[in-house]
């Protein structure tokens, strides 16, 4: 009924009472369920079956002589030969179509790259004019009254850049940020996450795609300190990248390093950025402009570490040509750049006591040594590490140093006595890479193999975390440790809280 032709396995419906080929009755009835004549509802089981020799069905009229199937043959072939004719054409044309898009691709890359290059190169023409000028001025005020001594305009051009109302500033400086910390006394602030939800935290977000995946690694991390949603990467890619992390996207990507950035800072009052590099140039950038500022040559090697001075106007480096150096981030002008001659070994990172009067160097030779900014003298030493020190960091009490070397241990100094009172031993070929204390002083997070948080004065760990992937690069605290953050070389940004 449903084809026209006699059926081969008839069927009787109970419900129209109408003889139905089987196989088709019975794919109508599983996409409609009723009865294809009346539409009423029917089901495979009610089909009556009709038993029947199979009759032999007659052959198509047109297929019973040898001509006619010869037709139908010639037929059959003309369609596929014009069928076959017409894909030939369609693929001609769209080869041709394919072709000359990939040109035009190509000769738009070309032109990008050009101007990309171009931009790169006059931004930077323009970000050194200032700086260089005001070396040259600088050092030919220096040299005139000494024009006779080969070896005296650079030491007098170093005094002069450290004059008497800088040394002012910092001190008075100093003198606020100790009479705040002391009235600040020993409470801990009451918004600061107490330790048993610290404990809690867990991996919240991940983002992997702020650096470029054909030179994997973050290298370096830090948070602006007036709004702690926004993230200081650098990277192994040369970029130095700001994430917002509550809209989850990149603010701006920075480009100028030609080598990878090492260290990061986020001004803390300012929409400005600083980044250090082994191309041994410190960099400026505005985060609005998207554009670098500055560009500090303080340094003949690699600039291994960076520290932003509490005034927020001067920059502390340290480098692979064992001179640390105290820069003018306005100016780019060197103030002043110092060695220790009978050490005589690459500065390996630095750091500025939370006062801004001392500060740190680590040594590739293991020496942790404590300076006198004003008088720009090594006033104390700290050894014990083995192998090269890796991280730094002063406590916010301004009482504790920690610092990590290649040793797989991390070691507290008290600066009032000048001794280590206490070494954390973690495990073998542990690699530690980035220590930082929390805003109070309560807490202290160690990265490199995993990341682990301790509690201060009890120094045991509160947390441990392994979800990277590869070594971790740096960590950071939110405000009032409300959540903390992590960089690594597997490329990604965490952020773990509650």
Excluded at 224 to 232: F, I
Excluded at 457 to 462: A, H, I, R
Aim: charged share 20%.
């Amino acid at each position: 009924m449903l084809s026209n032709e006699v059926p081969e396995h008839p069927c009787v419906s109970p419900v129209s009472n109408q003889v139905f080929e089987r196989r088709l009755i019975e794919k109508y009835i599983a996409e409609n369920g009723a009865d294809p004549m009346n539409g009423q509802p029917l089901s495979e089981e009610q089909l009556i079956d009709i038993k029947v020799s199979h009759p032999i069905r007659p052959k198509a009229p047109s297929s019973t002589s040898i001509p006619a199937i010869l037709k139908a043959l010639q037929d059959e072939w003309d369609a596929v030969m014009l069928h076959s004719f017409t894909l030939r054409q369609q693929l001609q044309t769209t080869r041709q179509e394919l072709s000359h898009a990939l040109y035009q691709h190509d000769a738009a890359c070309r032109v990008i790259a050009r101007l990309t290059k171009e931009v790169t190169a006059a931004r930077e023409a323009l970000a050194t004019l200032k700086p260089q000028a005001g070396l040259v001025v600088t050092q030919a005020v220096a040299s005139q009254p000494h024009a006779g001594g080969a070896g005296e305009p650079m030491e007098v051009s170093e005094q002069v850049g450290m004059i008497p109302e800088i040394i002012q500033k910092l001190q008075d400086k100093a003198t606020v940020l100790t009479t705040e910390r002391k009235k600040r006394g020993k409470t801990v602030p009451e918004e600061l996450v107490r330790t048993e939800d610290l404990s809690k935290y867990r991996q919240v977000a991940t983002h992997a795609g702020l650096h470029s995946a054909s030179v994997p690694g973050i290298l370096s991390l830090d948070l602006c300190p007036s709004d702690t949603n926004k993230v200081l990467t650098g990277g192994a890619d040369k970029n130095v990248v700001v994430f917002d992390k509550k809209e989850e996207q990149i603010i701006a990507t920075l480009k100028g390093h030609t080598k990878k950035v090492t260290s990061v800072i986020y001004h803390p009052s300012q929409s400005v950025v600083f980044s250090a590099s082994p191309d041994s140039t410190i960099r400026v950038w505005s985060v609005t402009g998207g554009n670098c500022v500055q560009v500090v040559r303080a340094h003949e090697a690699s600039v291994t570490g960076l520290s932003l001075h509490a005034t927020g106007d001067y920059l502390l480096s340290s480098s692979e040509d064992q001179y640390w150096a105290f820069s003018d981030i306005q100016t780019g002008r060197v103030l002043t750049k110092v060695t220790d001659e009978a050490a005589g070994c690459a500065l390996t990172c630095a750091q500025f006591h939370p006062d801004g009067l001392i500060f740190g160097t680590g040594t590739a030779d293991s020496q942790i040594k404590i300076w006198d900014l004003k008088e720009r003298t090594n006033v104390a030493n700290f050894p014990g590490h083995i192998g090269p020190v890796t991280s730094i960091a002063f406590s916010e009490n301004g009482y504790y140093l920690a610092t990590g070397a290649q040793d797989s241990s991390v070691k507290l100094w008290d600066l009032r006595k000048l001794k280590n009172f206490k070494t954390i031993t973690l495990d073998n070929n542990y690699e530690v890479k980035s220590l930082v204390f929390d805003q109070s002083g309560t807490y202290l997070a160690v990265g490199g193999t995993d990341i682990r948080v301790y509690i201060c004065k009890q120094w045991s760990e509160v947390l441990n975390f392994t979800e990277h992937t590869g070594v971790v690069t740096g960590v950071a605290f939110g405000e009032h440790a409300q959540f903390l953050t992590s960089t690594g070389m597997d490329r990604s940004l965490k952020f773990y809280s509650l």
